[in-house]
């Protein structure tokens, strides 16, 4: 059974920084692309970065480029989200997820953590 | 950046009911084009890729279709585990990958 834990969440104040980790199993990780997806109270899904099977390549979203590094350890079937600089409207639940595999398909998520709440607040 | 435009917002809608749910993408996409379903509480899960590819598990009561701009997810009837909220996400120009707003479906 495929499964993404998500950790790391918390109460954080502006300006401060926070790693989220996410921890595969049930799959071979190395052979998938991953990407962390974020939705704030109330509001829609929002993709916010990108990482390849080898990572390389990485994306970002505008709004968290240069604030946010993605990475990921294959021997340890996990990947991670360091956020520096946290704003107000970067609280969110926080999701990592998986990318279906294939031409047409990619950039489609086929599954999903619990997520992680961030809260940034003073 | 792709911007996506779902319609309606919301619905309201009976068990059995037949439901279509559009979305518009602000430039062609191809079939670059994925429906996700959530529930309060839950994450998004995948219910069509690629404008029309059935995702493994999902009832066959979902489908999907369009090309270009113009896509709409079909619920042929309505089931009382389907209420929950819809979107669209593009995947044809990437970064960034864009949701769209979605749309909830209620209970009638």
């Known amino acids: 059974e495929v499964q993404l834990v998500e950790s790391g969440g918390g109460l954080v104040q502006p300006g401060g920084s926070l790693r989220l980790s996410c921890v595969a199993s049930g799959f071979t990780f190395s052979d998938y692309s991953m990407n962390w997806v974020r939705q704030a109270p109330g509001k829609g899904p929002e993709w916010i970065s990108f990482i390849s099977s080898s990572s390389s390549p990485i994306y970002y979203a505008d709004s968290v480029k240069g604030r946010f590094t993605i990475s990921r350890d294959n021997a340890k079937n996990s990947m991670s989200l360091l956020m520096n600089s946290l704003r107000a409207e970067d609280t969110a639940v926080y999701y990592c997820?998986?990318?279906?595999?294939?031409?047409?398909?990619?950039?489609?998520?086929?599954?999903w953590g619990l997520g992680t709440l961030i809260t940034v607040s003073s | 950046d792709i911007q996506m435009t779902q319609s309606p917002s919301s619905l309201s809608a009976s068990v059995g009911d037949r439901v279509t749910i559009t979305c518009r993408a602000s430039q062609t996409i191809s079939i670059y084009l994925n429906w996700y379903q959530q529930k309060p509480g839950k994450a998004p899960k995948l219910l069509i890729y690629a404008a029309s590819s059935l995702q493994s598990g999902v009832p066959s009561r979902f489908s999907g279709s369009g090309s270009g701009t113009d896509f709409t997810l079909t619920i042929s009837s309505l089931q009382p585990e389907d209420f929950a909220t819809y979107y669209c996400?593009?995947?044809?120009?990437?970064?960034?990958?864009?949701f769209g707003g979605g749309t909830k479906v209620e209970i009638k």
């Open positions: 997820a998986r990318d279906l595999p294939g031409v047409a398909s990619s950039g489609a998520f086929d599954y």
């Open positions: 996400q593009q995947s044809y120009i990437t970064p960034p990958l864009t």
